[in-house]
């Protein structure tokens, strides 16, 4: 089954201890994001990946870090977490031919106390 | 800069009744433009997209949209809503021209089908 994985699911952590969160695509797919969700605000992308070894900021991409190692992993680091990182994140990927949709992971629901 | 604007946070509707969720957006050039679905403790679910061509695109679940370029907005629409319909809907677009495959997405519409 063609699919986006994220892990944990589910996480909470204190201010400052460093967290990765996993993402993973099956689809030989180019192109991998990292969105957070906030209410009211929709998607905000924090950073994204047009292949390997090839990554770059997106609209809010202070306080986290990515990687891009192999083709289909794309993990999310954020190396001191503060209360305004709690959030819904995920991750997408998608073929790099414009105008392609993208699929997305089933989400993180990060809480920083 | 490009941007998309969702003008309602919610949109009640009977079950059977038509509905529409609406979008409108602002980007130089032709943009392509999508629309997603989040079920409750998911993850986005592409639904239909505009790249160029007819108007009204036809997508998953019986929805469509009808891309205005003259109103620079992409309706979604649906003849006959159901209670499983009821979800958050967002709009995005996308740069139509660079290396990016970035999406700007709207606020969200929750749609809620009464039974």
């Known amino acids: 089954e063609a699919q986006v994985t994220q892990n944990p699911r589910y996480l909470i952590t204190v201010t400052g201890k460093k967290l990765t969160v996993t993402c993973s695509q099956n689809m030989n797919h180019e192109y991998m994001s990292w969105y957070r969700q906030d209410p009211g605000l929709g998607l905000r992308q924090i950073y994204y990946?047009?292949?390997?070894?090839?990554?770059d900021k997106g609209d809010v991409p202070e306080g986290y870090k990515v990687s891009r190692k192999e083709k289909r992993n794309f993990p999310l680091i954020l190396e001191s977490p503060s209360p305004n990182q709690t959030s819904l994140y995920f991750c997408?990927?998608?073929?790099?031919?414009?105008?392609?949709?993208?699929?997305f992971g089933p989400g993180t629901r990060l809480t920083v106390l | 800069a490009q941007s998309v604007a969702q003008p309602e946070d919610q949109v009640n509707v009977a079950e059977g009744n038509p509905l529409t969720v609406k979008c409108t957006y602002s980007v130089s050039g032709n943009p392509y433009l999508f629309w997603y679905v989040q079920y409750p403790n998911r993850g986005l679910q592409f639904l239909l997209k505009?790249?160029?061509?007819?108007?009204l695109v036809k997508g998953s679940y019986g929805f469509e949209a009808e891309f205005n370029k003259s109103q620079t907005s992409f309706h979604l629409k649906k003849p006959s809503a159901l209670v499983s319909d009821s979800a958050l809907y967002f709009c995005a677009v996308m740069f139509p021209s660079g290396s990016a495959r970035q999406l700007t997405f709207g606020s969200g519409t929750q749609l809620t089908v009464l039974p």
């Open positions: 997408a990927s998608s073929s790099p031919l414009r105008g392609t949709e993208q699929f």
């Open positions: 990946s047009m292949n390997v070894e090839v990554t």
């Open positions: 505009y790249i160029t061509g007819d108007n």
